[in-house]
């Protein structure tokens, strides 16, 4: 049996105050002119259930919130989600059966808790099904199956009536269009579309391998690349040719060393003892130009010692010979008074300043004496370092003289065996670069092997996959001619009975499921109008009537229509009988189906059948927010 779905309330929460729509009964019409706000409460339905709802200005400007009380299954929720562009993610819901405010859901797909869970979930559906293309034509694992995809089910907008069915004008959404059809009828299950979309992602796998190996055997042909075999041949040979060559190379080194005889070992003594002397007399000389800079600092010293005595011995005798006459200070006389022996005549006071003539020669002296010291001592060193200059010059041609004898001595027996020591490590280093490319080539030929594998193992994964869907698809043949044969006798009855211009029989198609009208698609039959929204009707309510038959269909019993008359203009007959149908329908369904239409104008003999609710420009659908009058505002469909 179908799934129960009712909207039982919407509230429109605005900034000068609530509104408030209750829908009791099994059939409601919404009635009033353009721009009154039937589509804009429409889509406010499908804004509130998670969609992207076409949001009017007013509601932009004026609403601050939507609340939905719905009946989903054994579940009643109210859900509340914020116009606000900073809010709108987040959705307030609350079970009305047990009173408790749960956790806030996200519109977001991905989100712990979102709120197409919990309505696929409440509707009795898997919520991680994907919609794969046809096994064998695309290698996409498919896009998921949401409940926005499932609205498409039960919302026809306006936008769409005299245009299109369920969107089917749009190519790439055909594989969900379907997937959900097939879904709601019980034709396929969620381990089918799982093994679709695996058999899908695995033919991906099986073609990029294929690629893959293709493209490496054609670098391997152009790049003119041994085959296996021989690359495994050249490289034994590359081994072979590097263990003799190592093998020639450590001969060599043991026929080397030994070549030495007593002389040249003494030579070779000499020359390390010479080197060794060489080297002492380096650094010899080294230190000996260090004392001399050392001592030569320390003289200039000394000297400048000296050069002080003499100056302050200089000046003290010159100022002593000074005798005060007159105060430096106030200019007064010193000759008429009477100064104490002993005394300062400018101070008066004693006159302390002992000689020091006898300290300053005896410092003279001892700096004297240092500075011939330091004269004798740079002398000594200066001749040091004369001496250890030539013993360098000596030591280094004496190095120079063994050097010439020991090549002397080694050149004509040691030479030839070092150019053959050279020859035979470049014939090892060639041996290796050999090996190494032809490592490289089998390590190619290995990824073809590997591909190979993995396009053989991923190919029969990928068929044992299409027997099984195949398997599966026969099982739900018979369900499938079964439930299409129901539809189509279905709608054919509903088409004759709303006499739809220029139609003589309609049926549905067995694959894409979509309309016939004369054994055509009904795109071909007519490109819109009023043909197109009587079919819209005739297929829609189809399909729910046969939904509600079955016993074992997920089908939600729900439809919005918007504005079913909008394209009929002024065919009266069938204006009546959409109606006619729509209240057929639901008195035989009463309390397992809701249907809510809007329209503009409404046949005046179905009046009494359903319940209507009325609008103006003077009571528009957001009644709290003041209506601009008919001139002062856009619809939000064009038409």
């Known amino acids: 049996m179908t799934t129960k779905f009712r909207i039982e309330k919407v509230t429109i929460h605005s900034t000068e105050g609530p509104v408030e729509y209750q829908f009791p009964s099994n059939l409601t019409v919404l009635a009033g002119p353009t721009g009154v706000g039937k589509t804009t409460l429409f889509e406010l339905i499908k804004w509130g259930l998670g969609g992207d709802g076409l949001l009017a200005p007013v509601v932009t400007d004026s609403v601050q919130d939507l609340s939905l009380c719905i009946t989903i299954g054994e579940h009643r929720f109210r859900i509340s989600r914020s116009i606000d562009p900073q809010k709108r993610n987040n959705v307030r819901v609350t079970d009305l059966v047990t009173g408790e405010r749960l956790?806030?859901?996200?519109?977001?797909?991905?989100?712990?808790?979102?709120?197409?869970t919990l309505l696929m979930a409440s509707l009795g559906l898997p919520t991680d099904m994907r919609a794969a293309a046809q096994t064998g034509r695309s290698t996409k694992a498919g896009s998921r199956i949401t409940f926005a995809d499932i609205y498409t089910y039960m919302y026809i907008p306006q936008s769409e009536i005299n245009r299109d069915i369920a969107k089917s004008n749009e190519g790439y959404l055909e594989p969900k269009r379907k997937a959900v059809f097939e879904l709601l009828f019980a034709l396929a299950d969620k381990d089918l579309f799982d093994k679709r979309s695996r058999a899908n992602t695995l033919k991906g796998l099986v073609d990029e391998a294929v690629d893959h190996h293709a493209k490496i055997l054609q670098f391997l042909r152009d790049s003119n690349t041994q085959s296996r075999e021989e690359a495994q041949q050249e490289l034994e040979r590359a081994l072979t040719s590097q263990r003799e060559?190592?093998?020639?190379?450590?001969?060599?080194?043991?026929?080397?060393?030994?070549?030495?005889?007593?002389?040249?070992?003494?030579?070779?003594?000499?020359?390390?003892?010479?080197?060794?002397?060489?080297?002492?007399?380096?650094?010899?000389?080294?230190?000996?130009?260090?004392q001399i800079r050392e001592l030569t600092g320390e003289r200039r010293r000394v000297t400048a010692d000296i050069a002080r005595l003499n100056r302050m011995r200089d000046a003290g005798e010159r100022l002593a010979q000074i005798e005060f006459t007159t105060c430096p200070r106030c200019m007064q006389a010193l000759k008429n008074r009477e100064v104490p022996h002993g005394h300062c005549r400018l101070c008066?006071?004693?006159?302390?300043?002992?000689?020091?003539?006898?300290?300053?020669?005896?410092?003279?002296?001892?700096?004297t004496?240092?500075?011939?010291?330091?004269?004798?001592?740079?002398?000594?060193?200066?001749?040091?370092?004369?001496?250890?200059?030539?013993?360098?010059l000596d030591r280094q041609e004496l190095v120079r003289h063994l050097e010439m004898a020991i090549d002397s001595r080694t050149a004509d027996r040691v030479s030839p065996r070092l150019q053959a020591y050279s020859d035979i490590s470049e014939k090892i280093a060639a041996a290796r670069t050999a090996q190494k490319h032809f490592e490289n080539v089998l390590q190619q030929w290995d990824r073809v092997s590997d591909l190979a594998r993995t396009e053989e193992e991923a190919r029969k994964r990928y068929e044992r996959l299409v027997r099984e869907i195949d398997q599966r698809d026969i099982e739900l043949k018979a369900r499938r001619a079964y439930i299409v044969r129901e539809i189509s006798q279905e709608f054919n009855r509903v088409v004759a009975d709303l006499q739809?211009?220029?139609?003589?029989?309609?049926?549905?198609?067995?694959?894409?499921?979509?309309?016939?009208?004369?054994?055509?698609?009904?795109?071909?039959?007519?490109?819109?109008?009023?043909?197109?929204?009587?079919?819209?009707?005739?297929?829609?309510?189809?399909?729910?009537?046969?939904?509600?038959?079955?016993?074992?269909?997920?089908?939600?019993?729900?439809?919005?229509?918007d504005s079913p008359r909008l394209a009929l203009n002024e065919e009266q007959d069938l204006s009546s009988g959409l109606y006619r149908r729509l209240v057929t329908l639901a008195e035989e369904n009463a309390g397992r189906l809701q249907l809510i239409i809007a329209d503009h104008a409404l046949p005046t003999e179905y009046r009494r059948d359903y319940a209507e609710i009325v609008f103006n420009y003077t009571k528009p659908t957001i009644s709290s927010v003041k209506h601009p009058g008919k001139g002062g505002v856009k619809p939000l469909i064009s038409t």
């Open 348 to 367: 008066l006071l004693p006159d302390e300043a002992a000689s020091t003539d006898e300290l300053d020669q005896y410092e003279s002296v001892q700096l």
């Open 500 to 561: 739809i211009p220029g139609v003589e029989e309609a049926s549905i198609h067995e694959t894409n499921y979509l309309p016939l009208l004369n054994g055509k698609s009904f795109k071909q039959f007519s490109r819109g109008g009023g043909i197109v929204t009587a079919t819209q009707v005739a297929y829609w309510t189809s399909l729910i009537a046969v939904a509600l038959r079955e016993m074992d269909v997920p089908y939600p019993a729900f439809l919005l229509i």
């Open 369 to 392: 004496d240092q500075l011939e010291e330091m004269e004798k001592q740079l002398t000594f060193i200066e001749h040091q370092t004369q001496n250890a200059r030539q013993l360098i």
């Open 245 to 290: 060559a190592e093998e020639q190379r450590a001969q060599l080194r043991d026929d080397i060393d030994p070549i030495t005889d007593r002389e040249t070992q003494a030579l070779r003594d000499l020359l390390n003892e010479a080197e060794r002397s060489l080297a002492d007399a380096r650094s010899a000389e080294v230190s000996l130009h260090r």
């Open 103 to 116: 956790p806030d859901h996200q519109i977001k797909q991905g989100e712990t808790r979102s709120l197409n």
